[in-house]
């Protein structure tokens, strides 16, 4: 029991790199298993993840769970954690309970009044929000037979908002006569884009740098492309005031690591915005931590291993760009092929990897083998591959003789892709090496969940970290 126990725990940790992209239930089972078998674990890892982790459908997953949970701390948690989400998280929650756990306790109930009553309670607070998450704004009173008051009525349900309301000035933004006065309308407001640009009816440069103005650095992020297309980038006051947003996005609260890399990889920028988008990335991932142990990064590029490659690049331009300690990159098949960028960034690790194409037999000890030739001495190895090694040099037998001849042992992390096995990690299990296995099913999303499992000294200090979390306490109960 108390391995399986233990295997459950690595199994969540696991699921963190999965991105379910809206399907819940895709991990519901898991999430369920571990909170009825380790209920102390499963809630400190909840809050854990809320901190450190990029994946908002695990948290919402997480908050449901602990909404449902017969513990009052975790109902406690999960009351104060649902305050701060976005309307459309809290719906989903909602919804997440009522489809995959049967049921949405009183509890849930009352947190959620709480939370919609907070929001009428302050209408500039209740008004942005029924702007940008007016649907599920709806669906929260209706769905859980929550009365709204009156004005939160009139602005969601009667379709008529009181004056002076964000819903009755994007009315007034509809008829505005003029970009000026559209522009007026919106920097006054402090519309959010992706409301306002539906409403107006020309997008002069004048309109373009009020909606900029009103908008985060994860706002300009996300909406790029649609800035692109909209002429902004052509017109250069426009043009500066984007890149002075991305310039703060690289310190800025709530910017997505992968979101940002997406956008620099998938649009057509110019050199300057890609290289601001590279450098958000890079802050951004050093925020999560940074890695101070020596490290190698071993890649499979044996027959049909094109997926380890692209991922082995992903991981090498994340971790590069926080990594303390050295950091040697190699790729594989039979024979080592030293991989070296000039720099951290993405494009950077892409030209690195320009040559590397998949093909051959595997041999992933012949790396190591060259690692040990060359006296490249590392704390901490990560293998990318699928585990059907089947030439030598094997893996666990290069590693005896490594550990051996340098006086370390390095833990291993096997990021497992393709149709993988578990042959190497059973090797390493019968002579006593640490190993953690991670299977990668998901996106690329869901890589940055790695940098926190790497920047630890140990799995078993990670675990502990999380048994530390404190869960936050409601400071009422009215």
Known sequence: MRQFERDLRLDILNSLLTTPHRKLEAVAQLHKDISQLDPIFYGHLAVWYQR????????????????????????????????????????????????????????????????????????????RAALRARKAMKHLYATLHIKPGNRADAVLFKDSPPEGSLAFVLKQLAKAPSPADAARIIVENKLPYTIAVGAVKVLSPTVL??????????????????????????????????????????????????????????????????????????????????????????????????????????????????????????????????VEALGSNVTDWERAFKSIKAGGSTSIGCALEAMRRKQQVVEQIILVTDEGENASPYFAPALDQYSKQFNVQPNVVIVRVGACSNQVEQQLQKQQVTVDTFTFSGDYYGLPNLIPLLTRPSRFELLLEILETELPKRTDKT
């Open 209 to 338: 740098v009020a909606l900029i103005n009103a908008m985060t650095p994860q706002e300009i992020i996300n909406n790029l492309k649609s800035l692109q297309a909209r002429g902004a980038m052509n017109h250069p006051e426009v043009k500066a005031l984007i890149d002075e947003k991305l310039k703060t996005a690289a310190k800025a609260d709530r910017v997505s690591v992968l979101k940002t890399r997406v956008a620099a990889e998938t649009l057509e920028l110019d050199a300057e915005t890609a290289r601001k988008l590279e450098n958000i990335t890079n802050e951004q991932a050093k925020s999560r931590g940074t890695i101070k142990k020596s490290t190698a990064l071993l890649v499979d590029k044996s027959g049909s291993m094109d997926s380890a490659i692209e991922i082995g690049k992903q991981i090498a331009a994340l971790i590069s760009g926080v990594s303390e300690a050295a950091l040697y990159v190699y790729a594989f098949d039979t024979l080592p092929y030293p």
């Open 52 to 127: 450190h982790g990029d994946v908002r459908d695990h948290k919402e997953v997480f908050v449901g769970n602990l909404l449902a949970s017969e513990l009052t701390d975790h109902r406690d948690a999960g009351f104060v954690m649902l305050q701060d989400f976005p309307p459309y998280e809290v719906a989903r929650v909602v919804d997440f309970m009522k489809q995959q756990l049967g049921k949405v306790p009183r509890s849930a109930r009352t947190a959620v009044k709480r939370y919609l009553s907070q929001r009428e309670a302050n209408t500039a607070f209740f008004d």
